[in-house]
Each structure stands twice: as C-alpha cells, then as structure tokens.
C-alpha cells in the first residue's frame, strides 16, 4: 500500500512537470556558451561595460551605462517627436518572438522584458546613427569622447550572449528613418564595427540573399565577413581519405622544410593560398580585443547547424597549427602576416594555443583548408625535404654553427687544392 501511495506522489510530480514543459522553438539564436567552452577563457564572454538582451541584465559591475541608455531613448523620442507609449506598444508586439529567440529561461516579467528591449534597442539605434552622423551627437558626450568607452561597446556589442535579435533593432530604425530600410542599418552597423575586424573583407553591405538570414548584430558581421559562395567548398575532396588533414607543422618547423611564407593583400581575409613552396596568407592584426571576438564568433558557429559556415573555426585552426612558440609569432610578423599589436609574441602565442580547446571539430569533407594541408603535408613528405630540414634543425641552428660549417668547408678545399698542388709537383 505505502509503494502505491509513493508511486502516486511520483506520478503527479512528473505529470506537473510535464504539464509545465516549454515546447521546443523553431529556432533558438541567442544562446549561452556552454560550459566545456566558456571554462578556457570565461572572461573572453563576459561584457566589460554595457548589457544587451537579458542574459545578463541588471549586473552590479554593468550599471553605469544605463543612465546612457535612458539619455539615447530620450534623443531617440526627440528625434521624431514620438511618446514613448508608441514605442512600448510596438515593443509589446515583438516580446513573444523576442522571447522565443533565447534558448535559456528569461526570469524577468513582461513589463521589466519590454522595458529591457526598449532601452537596449534605442541605445544601439542610437548609438550607431550617432557614429556615423557626428552632428547628432551630444556635447560632451563620453561615449564619443573617450577612446576606452567606444572600444569596450564595440567589443561588447558582439558578444555571443549579449545580444537582442536583429528584428527588435530594424523595427525602432523603421520608427525612427525611413521604414523597411533595413540595409541601411546593417550599413550603419558595419561601419561601426568596421575597425575590430582583424583583417581585410569587410564589405560596407550584406548581399539581399543573406539580408533575412541575420539573427543579431554578431550575425551580422558573421555573414559580412563570409567568403563568396564559390569559395565556401572545402579546399580538397578528403571525404574518403583515411589519414588526417587537419594539421600541419608550426611556421618554425615549415621554415626548416623550405616553405616561404608571404602576405597577401589580395582577395578574401580567409584565403590562404600554397603553391611551389610558398604559403600566402591574408595580414591580421592582433589587438587586445581579438581574442574575444574571435571566440565569440567560434561560439556562434559552434551553435549553428550548416556546417559549411564554420570558417572562422576552420581559419582559427591554420593559425593554432603555424603558431605553437613565440618564435612562429616572431616569423609571422617578420613577413608581415601578423601585425602584433599586443607588443608580447609570448601573448599572442598564448592566445592561438588555447583558442580551439573544446571547439568541436568538423568531419574532415567539410574542412575548408584540407586541400591546402595536403598541399602542405606532401611538400613536408619529400625525402630532399626532410634532410634539408634535418641539416638546418641539427647544424645550421645558429650563426655560429653556420660559420663553423663554412670553415670547416674552407678547410676542406684548401686541404683538397693542397693534396693537388703536392701531387702536380
């Protein structure tokens, strides 16, 4: 009798909990970093200043922005003379959709939710019209006035977990310009984040057929920065191959094999060419807000399901391979592939070794670079290779050991001329 009264109180446990079970969405798109990720570098996910979207609103250390969201509202409302009930309500509207964009729970209620989208949302229309048009901004106004400031929001407005969706920001620009212009905000966006883009790519438009695709502002400078489509097919068919293609040797030891390393200014940030010993590979600059977005855009593609857009995962991973020591660093910047603003090779190196720890790999036909692997590890493979490799690593490692192997060759022919010389006479 008690194991049937017990299995009762067990079934109306698991009935409740069923009966309270959230269904799936469609499509999540603001999602937390999951912890295997976030353990490397938690603090690479972390905003610095400012919180968007409700992951992590109402945080001590972020406060100090808000009184600024409230100052951009009031300008925003200035701006076409709107009351701020019209806004709420369209807010209202979207707090459904916007809801179901995060895949964790949200705890805050409709009125605090609403309040949220519309504080967040006016501060980045703002913030990016402003930018762009320097006779909107406010006098004194510190955002624009202090160099620290304007670089912590730039970096924090792509966080993975600090994000609104896209649509919430295109209906307050529709409110505030000219509506259904919504090329024209990402525009402004672009142009605000044009200069945290480590390397070469950025394109001042998105092209029309990717336009509905954009989940967030990170989403946005994601699909701005994809190679054309042409170039989205893995370098190489390893589909069937049994030997892995997803690594080569650091820039050092590549070096000792013969290959050449050279700066390519032309074409894609994400082409790296290898051709007659020669790997050409696009500048990129480090700086300290790289490490971050590199993350956070491995973080969004590590959430998405079309594996052919993995490629910053894919790029990242070229590097980790070239660079295991400050030397590779050292290489790197001699020929002008890596501009080091970090000042510390040490530091760069730090950052590449551990950038792709607990990043899940794809499947070897689905890495873009494997062709050019192959390329590599072929050229690594010849016989005369490896001795030059050998000759260099053992005997040619130092300038001393250089001249020691020059003289002993000097000795050598005028031993030989000697040994003539008798002989003749």
């Known amino acids: 009798m008690q194991k049937n009264e017990q299995a009762e109180h067990i079934c109306i446990s698991v009935s409740e909990k069923l009966a309270h079970l959230m269904p799936l969405p469609s499509q999540f798109s603001i999602f937390r970093v999951h912890d ?3 353990k490397v570098n938690e603090k690479a996910y972390e905003p610095h200043i400012i919180a968007i979207g409700p992951y992590h609103h109402g945080k001590a250390n972020l406060m100090m922005m808000e009184e600024h969201k409230l100052r951009y509202l009031k300008f925003y409302l200035e701006g076409k003379h709107h009351n701020v009930q019209r806004c709420i309500v369209a807010m209202q509207a979207l707090e459904e959709e916007t809801r179901r964009c995060y895949a964790e729970p949200v705890s805050l209620d409709s009125n605090e939710f609403v309040e949220m989208m519309l504080l967040d949302g006016c501060f980045i229309v703002e913030l990016l019209r402003k930018f762009q048009m320097p006779h909107l901004r406010e006098k004194n106004d510190p955002i624009f006035g202090m160099d620290w400031i304007c670089n912590s929001l730039q970096r924090d407005l792509l966080l993975f977990e600090n994000q609104l969706p896209f649509f919430v920001l295109c209906k ?16 402004l966006a672009l142009r605000y984040f044009g200069d945290i883009l480590p390397g070469h790519g950025y394109r001042e438009k998105v092209d029309g057929r990717l336009q509905y695709k954009i989940n967030h502002l990170l989403g946005l400078v994601h699909i701005n920065w994809l190679p054309s489509f042409s170039a989205l097919k893995p370098d190489g068919d390893v589909a069937n191959k ?14 000792e094999v013969g290959i050449k390393f050279e700066k390519m200014q032309e074409g894609n940030f994400f082409d790296i060419k290898f051709k007659n010993g ?40 070229v590097m980790d391979c070239l660079i295991n020591s400050p030397k590779d660093v050292e ?9 080091n603003w970090m000042g510390d090779a040490e530091v760069v190196s730090a950052i590449f070794n ?18 050019v692997f192959e390329k590599v590890n072929m050229h690594c493979s010849k016989r005369w290779n490896r001795w030059m490799a050998k ?31 008798t002989i003749k006479s």
């Open 36 to 38: 295997e990720l976030r």
């Open 391 to 421: 000759l260099r690593r053992n005997y040619l490692n130092s300038p001393w050991a250089i001249i020691s192997i020059f003289a002993a060759f000097v000795l050598l022919v005028l031993t030989f001329l000697q040994t003539v010389f």
């Open 354 to 371: 551990k950038i792709t720890d607990s990043v899940t790999a794809l499947p070897n036909n689905y890495f873009r670079y494997a062709g």
């Open 278 to 317: 020669v790997m050409r590979i696009s500048p990129l600059t480090i700086e300290d807000r790289t490490e971050s977005f590199f993350r956070n855009l491995i973080a969004y593609e590590q959430y998405s399901d079309n594996n052919q857009f993995k490629f910053v995962t894919d790029y990242v991973k």
């Open 331 to 339: 290489l790197l910047c001699h020929h002008g592939i890596i501009d």
């Open 242 to 255: 049994k030997e892995d293609k997803r690594f080569i040797p650091s820039a050092t030891k590549l070096r």
């Open 172 to 187: 307050l620009f529709d409110m505030i310009e000219v509506p259904n212009q919504h090329h024209r905000f990402s525009y």
